[in-house]
């Protein structure tokens, strides 16, 4: 039997992965042996993390869905971090033994030793964001060329931040020129373009990325939330909000949703992602401790929220 979906895209019962990855499939009018492809922009902690875990949930069934990071080639690993990425490595048993499996583990000994140098692409692949090398992720398959991971893809994630947005999607629109079907993007980038041109307004990411490309923007779509990407990938309880379209917010909140990330969704697509980019501020502002207590307090109400609505 399908789970009941409640208010907000939250699922009660047994709605299955694959259920739902088929349903996403069928949205997305996918027929039999056509891959549903699904790629990240950017390989920051978040970006690497939502793409973590989307292949974690979905990777398996490899004849239905293609789940793939880009970021850019060339980024070296300097000797101090490579040092630690080692130490890390080896107080992991189940990270060490992947490794081993995969005749990957001499190439860190190497790194560390000296005698090799490591990229950004490279480890990233095994597992380790450059930025988050303490919490090893599930490996991921990486794309360097922007081309390659683009052209075809029909959800595109943006993980860049949002002083990059513009301009890397700017160039993704070159490679979009002869599609016929428009991609879905879901945008997970906070803060804010500036303009005063013909009258001061802010831009958002999402709107950023709607100039650059063309995608309407019944097609684009925020997600954010008071979240910490390591905690959200070692299945610490969170949740997030995904805004936009009627259409796209409430099948891929139940396509996202997992037992200890909680989707909402929204159609307030401008005001949640300002605030995604206040909080960002205020972060700044008020150092790290304040941040914790505040994403301590959001998880807390969410528990609260979620249990009345079931109830």
């Not at 401790?289 to 979620?306: R, Y």
Request: aromatic share 8%; glycine share 8%.
């Amino acid at each position: 039997m399908v789970g009941s979906v409640h208010v907000n895209g939250s699922v009660n019962g047994g709605n299955g992965t694959e259920e739902r990855l088929d349903e996403l499939r069928r949205l997305l009018g996918k027929s039999d042996g056509d891959l549903l492809k699904i790629v990240g922009i950017g390989a920051g902690a978040w970006g690497s993390v939502f793409a973590a875990l989307l292949q974690d949930a979905y990777g398996r069934f490899r004849e239905k869905v293609q789940i793939r990071i880009w970021r850019r080639a060339g980024r070296s690993v300097d000797r101090t971090t490579a040092e630690h990425l080692f130490e890390v490595i080896n107080s992991r048993e189940d990270v060490l033994r992947r490794l081993i499996r995969r005749c990957a583990y001499l190439k860190y000994v190497e790194a560390r030793l000296g005698d090799r140098t490591l990229y950004a692409d490279e480890i990233l692949r095994d597992g380790f964001c450059l930025n988050m090398i303490d919490t090893p992720l599930c490996p991921l398959k990486v794309v360097t060329n922007l081309q390659e991971a683009v052209w075809d893809a029909d959800i595109v994630v943006n993980g860049l931040p949002s002083t990059e947005t513009r301009e890397v999607f700017e160039e993704i629109s070159k490679y979009w020129k002869e599609r016929i079907s428009v991609p879905v993007i879901i945008s997970l980038a906070k803060g804010i373009e500036a303009s005063l041109d013909p009258i001061p307004r802010i831009i958002t990411p999402t709107q950023m990325i709607s100039s650059a490309t063309g995608v309407p923007t019944e097609n684009i779509l925020y997600l954010g939330g008071p979240n910490i990407a390591s905690e959200i990938y070692n299945k610490e309880y969170a949740n997030a909000r995904i805004c936009g379209s009627n259409k796209w917010r409430k099948p891929l909140a139940k396509f996202l949703r997992q037992p200890h990330f909680i989707v909402w969704d929204n159609s307030d697509l401008v005001t949640h992602e300002v605030m995604g980019g206040l909080k960002n501020v205020y972060a700044i502002g008020a150092g790290k401790n304040i941040l914790n207590t505040f994403c301590l307090f959001s998880k807390i109400l969410t528990i609260f929220i979620t249990v009345k609505i079931i109830n």
